[in-house]
């Protein structure tokens, strides 16, 4: 249930596709609230006190352990450090790795709060292509030579390769490969942003950009914000054993200690008890059949000159609109009707505005047709008026 409380309040009436959430629905509440008991019981042992900086033992090595059987692709808890979800990581990350004046590139269109993040940070956020295939490494590569020769440097990319918020694209194998040499070259620290990962809704994920590249090339960020529950503040950094030192000796883990760590241990049992596997498969199930149901509204009811994506995961449709119709003119007419979306321009730098995206993770199926043949009659009422 999403109370007055909560982040995002639903209107009424409104069906609210700009929220990229999970459905409270599918929370595991019982078994969190088992987890919970289990941590407690024996007095709070090692979740109440501060935690070790790097985060509870058994999460590290518990995931560290997942993620290799996941990816085929060995990952040790010395390579782990347990966060407070991506957005901490993310904002966490720079403050460590960047210095004042440094350039860190995004694609665009990008996840609209990450450039919130990156804006709160003293460096030039600059861009780079994005197609169907995801991020142009060869975009990429012009880039770098472009800022290199105005003597700056590009210290970071921001990058979301599986599953991108908000396009719901997945970068193509070859790109990955191509990516992580490219940056493997130039010095670039990749900061790949993998929350969508086990909710692939087709076929099993690609290979991170992690897995790919040789050890200090890439931090990966990741999440149980989106697999559990976005209030439990639980995410986790992959890096270099150096890496990850850095991040655990930091003054805040160093004041604090894991920034998580009662929820860290809660979802240390949890996978302990052995739920997660059911608990992802069941939200792969239902998140198939509303992306699936949103995909055929959006086919029947969307007017002539306009695209949309097919995501093969996550929780993302983008839908490309004709150029009479931008994002922000069609968003009061669509309020008006009763369904929000998020304009690109919000996910770019640049004013581009012809696109929007949907969230198909918080309705059932019917309504987000509902919501499908509002958003039609919306870009139909934005083309009539340009
Ligand atoms: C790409 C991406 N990164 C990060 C986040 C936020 O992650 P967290 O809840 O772990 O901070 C989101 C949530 O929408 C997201 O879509």
Redesign the pocket.
Known sequence: VITASTQNVARPGMIELAF??PDPALFPAADIAEACHAVLADGGGEALPYGANAGPAALRRLLGERLTTLERHAVSADETLI????????DQILTLFCEPGDVVLVELP??S??LGILRDHPVHVEAVAFDALGLDVDALLRKLDEVRHGGRTVRALYT?PTY???TGVCLAGARRRALVELCAERGVLVLE?D??RELWLDKPSPPSLWSLAPRGVVLR??????TLA?GL???WVNGSTEQIERVAACGLNDSGGCVSQFAASVVARYLQDGHYDAQVERLRAAYRERRDALLAALAEHLPDGCSFTIPGG???VWVTLPGSAPGQEVLPLAEERGVSFVPAVRSHLDGYDRGLRLCFTMYESGQLAEGARRLGEAVRAAIAQS
């Open positions: 990229g959430e966060t407070g979800g991506n957005s901490q990581a993310l990008t996840y709060l990450a979301i991108h918020n908000p942003d929350v969508y960020l990741g999440s149980f914000a989106k976005p503040r639980v995410g996550g929780f993302f």
